[in-house]
């Protein structure tokens, strides 16, 4: 998923196939190989947050059409995002608490600060895309976001993210596969 995520972020989808193909030859359920296209699928939609919509568009594209015709009519065409504003907002705090910790108030404050629409996405962003856990959990969510951070070049937010996986759980351990997986693929274009 990680190497999915990266090379979308990168504006490298084309790898993708070969990830996606690779990986379900390993996996001899369609129940298992669709939920893990759906987990990637996901992944790849947290990601479009950041590196975003023309990169997320392409990533999707590369995905989808890599999948045999039959596994494409087996996926899910239920949107994961909830839009309603009163569920979204309270979601957002909490998430950003558990992430962010006892350096929220500054990160809301900046972000406030720089501009209050800015502030508006964030919040949207945290609170429905990032706080879906139903199929990326919190901590895979922080390493997507680490994955795709590498891709952008944006090491202020790279830095706070690194500390953030493991503030949500996340072991030294996958936080440094994450950056080798990340650097790996930005290194190689």
Not at 70 to 91: A, G, H, I
Request: glycine share 4%; proline share 3%.
């Amino acid at each position: 998923m990680l190497l999915c995520v990266s090379l979308g972020a990168s504006n490298h989808p084309l790898g993708i196939p070969v990830i996606v193909n690779e990986y379900l030859n390993t996996v001899e359920s369609l129940e298992e190989k669709i939920q893990w296209v759906e987990y990637t699928r996901n992944a790849i939609m947290k990601s479009t947050t950041i590196c975003g919509i023309a990169r997320g568009i392409n990533s999707h594209n590369a995905l989808f059409n890599s999948l045999p015709k039959e596994y494409q009519d087996l996926l899910s065409e239920t949107p994961t995002l909830n839009v309603e504003t009163n569920e979204w907002k309270p979601r957002s705090l909490e998430l950003l608490d558990a992430v962010y910790g006892d350096s929220l108030d500054r990160a809301i404050e900046n972000v406030k600060t720089i501009s209050t629409d800015l502030y508006i996405w964030t919040s949207f962003v945290y609170g429905s895309v990032f706080y879906n856990r139903s199929l990326v959990n919190l901590i895979e969510t922080e390493l997507d976001i680490i994955a795709t951070l590498i891709q952008m070049d944006t090491l202020p937010q790279l830095r706070d993210h690194l500390n953030n996986a493991i503030r949500v759980g996340a072991t030294d351990a996958q936080v440094k596969a994450t950056q080798l997986i990340g650097d790996s693929v930005k290194n190689a274009f």
